[in-house]
């Protein structure tokens, strides 16, 4: 019945700690991760990260080195395995993937000229050497005739429409990945999956060796998109960690894309939600690790606002506090709250 008392109350009620404390923790969790070598483009990804229930990862430059060398030169025809490398290698010449890059630097030979060359995306690349066709990459895309496959990667490669033969290549698992699918479970991730374009023999074998739960192989990108796509609301959100131009789609797919960019593709940087700077797969459990840590701290902020204020509201109820010692309460709760959000910056 007291307008004066009423007064007080309203100067109390600030709403400022529920405007201030989660943008201001948001931005701190930003900063940390940038120190941590991981930039998140927004805020709203540190929110998504901290619920993520599935993350899945590539394979080749994500869970393994992405260093691909050499391993065999292995031909099914009389052509000499340095003149099947040399073919390889001269197709696959102006390729950006990680495997056409393995061929060239293993190739002794000068690269022959190649002219009409087109790529088709997780396929292999066609080009005219020496006035025949030459076709380099996956069985399907070389040769109609059945195959024999090695239980590695390998590019297959047809000239005039014959198949010559394959080229097999050897790669490392990241020494970090087994402590990083640790970590992640540690962090509340309950399902990891592996998705990669590899055959099936390859992907268990990496799979087994570092920890995942699920691996789906020989997935095209959009077979990648529909994995992602299909998983049950029960798992979801979901990230998707990848460093290759063919993972760029999944990575927009995705509820939080993650970019492995200190050696990954443009595309795959530009459509992910954070890119990791540090050639380290251990900075994505440590995303998980500082987005859950920034909204513990930005939900304690907006409480502790939320409480002060309302105590300082019953108070000044009773007419106790002045309007004047009202105000300066007011500034004070603002500014506990903002000093409580800054807790997100800090490494723990």
């Known amino acids: 019945g007291d307008p004066v008392r009423l007064a007080e109350v309203l100067v109390v009620a600030s709403p400022c700690p529920l405007i201030l404390a989660a943008p201001i923790a948001l931005i701190s969790g930003m900063s940390r991760a940038s120190r941590n070598g991981i930039i998140v483009k927004t805020g709203t990804t540190l929110e998504k990260l901290a619920q993520v229930k599935t993350f899945a990862f590539d394979k080749t430059g994500t869970i393994t080195q992405g260093k691909l060398v050499v391993d065999k030169v292995v031909p099914v025809t009389a052509v000499p395995t340095e003149t099947l490398l040399q073919l390889a290698a001269s197709a696959e010449q102006h390729s950006g993937h990680v495997l056409a890059q393995s061929l060239v630097a293993a190739n002794t ?29 996956k069985a399907s895309f070389v040769t109609d005739d059945p195959v024999k496959k090695p239980d590695q990667t390998a590019v297959y490669v047809s000239a005039a429409g014959v198949y010559q033969g394959y080229v097999s290549f050897s790669d490392q698992v990241r020494p970090e990945a087994a402590q990083t699918m640790t970590d992640l479970h540690h962090l509340g991730v309950g399902n990891l999956l592996m998705i990669s374009g590899d055959r099936e023999p390859i992907a268990k074998q990496i799979a087994g060796e570092v920890g995942i739960d699920q691996i789906h192989a020989e997935c095209l990108p959009a077979d990648k998109i529909q994995v992602l796509a299909d998983l049950p609301a029960e798992h979801r959100p979901v990230a998707m960690v990848g460093d290759g131009i063919n993972d760029a789609p999944s990575l927009a797919t995705a509820d939080v894309g993650i970019a492995m960019g200190a050696h990954g593709a443009t595309a795959a940087s530009e459509s992910a939600d954070a890119v990791v700077l540090k050639d380290d797969l251990t900075r994505v459990s440590t995303a998980r690790a500082i987005a859950h840590d920034t909204m513990r701290v930005a939900k304690q902020a907006v409480m502790i606002g939320i409480i002060i204020c309302t105590v300082l509201m019953l108070i000044a109820s009773f007419g106790v506090i002045p309007a004047i010692i009202g105000a300066v309460f007011q500034e004070v709760v603002d500014t506990v709250t903002i000093l409580y959000a800054l807790r997100a910056r800090t490494d723990r």
């Open 109 to 137: 030979e000068p690269l022959l000229v190649a002219t009409d060359v087109k790529e088709t995306t997780a396929q292999g690349v066609v080009a005219t050497i020496n006035g025949q066709v030459v076709r380099a990459g």
